[in-house]
């Protein structure tokens, strides 16, 4: 003890001395040293910096095979963690391991993975995909911490995307499309965190315009992707049934997966739709001359009778009065002539009601409680049309006897919803009946009402309106009218404009606030058609031909080979829009032509009324190898897993089978072996004890 603090003295002063005489300390080095069961004596001698070096992880780019997983499944390495040994250390004393630590910056998401976690130096650690900042602290007792940092970059090869959530069967009822429900939607997982915004990016099959599949954005982080399935409105009786559809997603390096559901159309009752409604206008009967003959054949639309599967029947209630006709149950036919009388002693009015009828549906699916929970049914329909006669040799004009709002010349916005009433009479009605009222909005009918003293009305006209309107309302009986009109003067208000298909997680289509955004779907293309021989039929515009001519050279397409293809794009939303809010997908685009297009040819094209997903599947042709397919294929390490797929293969345990024969084996011969020995084992004791027993008892004799 009393020689190491000796030796400790004088190299003190002899760094002392270095330092006064040359200016610089001859020995900068720190000696520490511990007293057995004594104390701890730590002298630090002079002054350096203190730096830790980190061997591995360095700054380089780690690919496939430098690294572990730090697991097995989905992902290939759990919470997508890759193992590297971080080896490092410092030129200073560092007394433990709880004096290291590190913290781990991702620099794909710019979010810190892990901070000031304790580690011991030489041990793997995990790391994230992409870019990875390092940083490595260590602590001196007595001292600050240090740190160091290192860039480097986990290099993970391509993984095909996986479809979840998907339903198999899908239901959704006449009149009705896939739009909202939640069974449309499923999740696309791809740990690479692709981007699947491009239309090319999902497909549906076959592509007959009835079904669409969109990209509503990422999920709860970057590796889900939503999508949904959408559809036109079921109003064909045609569309009835199963739809056997198989919805394809590509990722941008052309692996893909696929699943197939069944939607099945269910069918529902549709009510009559009467066409042509009486009203007060045309029911005024004379009787002389002219106009003293009352028919009317009722037109009637019922989707279930104009498809042969169903009859309307007719019938007809006198409300007030009654006169001598009837209508045709079958035909819906009713015809009168007006006899003298009938007007009583100037005018007479009759208050009728004609109610058609259709039939329930002779066959229900068993699935229908989907539909009635929906508001559909299944039952028959009653619609009625309530109208009046009015028999008479005179009349008297109808009385509009108060109106709102009373000023008749006003401005508004076009956002703004404005509300009207009137009160009407009319004296040649019988009590509790009241002329027709009919609301028209720059002279276009709008709304009309029967047999009510007071009516309402309310009408806005809507963003980017503006100028003079106006709007009218009108009692009749018929014959004579009185008439309140409103001069409106409409001021501009701006359309919001409709956000893109994709944008904030959603997509776009329907209506909102009286606003309707399109939703594009396209046809699967046609046939490749050769552009030249087109140009020379008259089927391609010079100007059409020349731009194909372009892109096909862009492509490197010979002119032998250069062809285009079209598709026909229509609504789902069936907006109606004078000026599109999303604009119409592109209906033409240049391929590559061949002669015989086909699944063998090694070209992505389209045939046989679909088109291929990638080169010769998919589509018209087999389905594409994907990671979910039962099959080995694609270069895969097992059935759908390593290779291309996320899922690691199951770690085989080698010679299994030959272990669990050697050990049956040995044990076969462990039994001969004892069977041998146990027969040896009698042999000689008959032989030498069984004689010896003998042989003293001939003795004893």
């Known amino acids: 003890m009393i020689l190491l603090i000796v030796f400790v003295f004088l190299l003190a002063v002899f760094n002392f001395a270095t330092i006064y005489f040359l200016g610089v300390p001859l020995s900068p080095i720190a000696i520490t040293g511990k007293v057995v069961e004594t104390a701890y004596v730590r002298v630090l001698v002079g002054s350096f910096p203190r730096i830790i070096t980190i061997y591995t992880p360095e700054n ?187 919805v394809s997603v590509i990722d941008p390096y052309g692996l893909s997966d696929n699943n197939v559901t069944n939607v099945t159309v269910i069918e529902v009752n549709n009510a009559p739709d009467i066409i042509n409604e009486l009203s007060a206008e045309t029911n005024e009967i004379w009787i002389n001359g002219s106009d003293s003959v009352f028919y009317h054949d009722y037109s009637v639309t019922d989707r279930e009778v104009d498809s042969g599967s169903g009859d309307l029947t007719f019938n007809l209630t006198w409300l007030i009065g009654e006169l001598d006709f009837d209508i045709n149950s079958s035909t819906g036919v009713m015809n009168y002539t007006s006899v003298e009388g009938d007007q009583g002693s100037e005018s007479q009015s009759y208050s009728l009601r004609v109610c058609v009828t259709d039939n329930a549906l002779e066959s229900v699916h068993e699935n229908f409680s989907i539909c009635s929970d929906r508001g559909y049914s299944s039952e028959n329909f009653t619609v009625c049309d309530d109208f009046s006669l009015t028999i008479t040799n005179r009349n008297r004009a109808p009385s509009i006897d108060s109106y709102f709002p009373i000023i008749t010349n006003f401005t508004v916005s076009g956002t703004t919803t404005n509300l009207f009433n009137v009160t009407v009479s009319d004296d040649d009605m019988s009590e509790g009946f009241y002329p027709g009222i009919s609301w028209y909005v720059d002279g276009v009918l709008n709304k009309e009402n029967e047999s009510v003293a007071f009516d309402t009305f309310s009408y806005a006209f809507g963003c980017g309106v503006s100028g003079d309107h106006s709007v009218m309302v009108v009692a009749s009986d018929g014959i004579a009218n ?82 285009f293809q079209i598709t026909k794009c229509f ?116 032989r030498f004890f069984l004689k010896g027993k003998k042989r003293k008892k001939e003795d004893g004799r």
Not at 86 to 103: G, Q
Not at 113 to 137: C, H, K, Q, Y
Not at 189 to 194: A, F, M, R, S
Request: glycine share 8%; charged share 20%; aromatic share 12%.
């Open 571 to 686: 609504d789902l939303a069936m907006c109606n829009n004078t000026e599109v809010r999303i604009p119409k997908p592109v209906e033409s685009r240049v391929c590559y032509f061949t002669e015989d297009p086909n699944c063998i040819d090694g070209i992505t094209n389209c045939h046989d009324g679909d088109c291929e997903l990638l080169v010769d599947c998919g589509g018209p042709c087999s389905p594409c190898p994907t990671c979910s397919d039962g099959k080995r294929n694609q270069g895969e390490g097992g059935i759908d897993c390593g290779g291309p797929c996320p899922y690691a293969c199951k770690a085989e345990t080698p010679f299994r089978a030959i272990s669990f024969a050697l050990v049956g084996l040995l044990l076969l011969l462990l039994l001969i072996l004892m069977y041998i020995l146990y027969k040896v084992f009698k042999i000689l004791r008959h």
């Open 60 to 246: 380089t780019t780690y690919d496939n095979g430098t690294y572990t997983c730090s697991g097995d499944g989905f992902p290939k390495c759990d919470n997508y963690r890759y193992l590297l040994p971080l080896n490092v250390s410092a030129n200073f004393f560092v007394e433990n391991e709880s004096n290291w630590k590190y913290s781990l910056y991702d620099l794909r998401h710019n979010e810190y993975v892990w901070e000031d976690i304790v580690f011991a130096p030489n041990t793997s650690v995990p790391f994230v995909r992409w870019g990875n900042l390092l940083t490595v602290f260590a602590e001196e007792e007595d001292a600050d911490w240090v740190s160091q940092n290192v860039t480097f970059t986990i290099d993970v090869p391509n993984s095909a995307p996986l479809i979840s959530g998907f339903t198999k069967k899908m239901f959704v009822c006449e009149n009705d499309r896939i739009n909202s429900l939640t069974t449309s939607y499923f999740n696309v997982t791809d740990i690479d965190e692709d981007s699947f915004s491009a239309g090319t990016s999902r497909a549906i099959s076959p592509a007959d315009g009835k079904f669409a599949v969109s990209y509503l954005g990422k999920g709860e982080n970057d590796t889900i992707n939503r999508f949904q399935i959408r559809s036109v409105f079921f109003t064909n009786k045609a569309d009835l049934g199963d739809h056997i559809e198989t």
């Open 482 to 563: 009185d008439s309140v009109t409103w001069n409106i003067s409409v001021t501009n208000v701006a359309c919001p404009i409709p956000p893109a298909d994709g944008d904030g997680g959603g997509g776009g289509g329907g209506s909102l606030g009286g606003i309707c955004n399109e939703q594009w779907n396209c046809l699967g293309w046609d046939l490749c058609q050769n552009a030249e021989r087109s140009f020379n039929a008259g089927i391609l515009s010079p100007e059409d031909y020349a731009s194909t001519r372009d892109i096909c050279a862009q492509n490197q397409y010979d002119d032998r080979f250069c062809g």
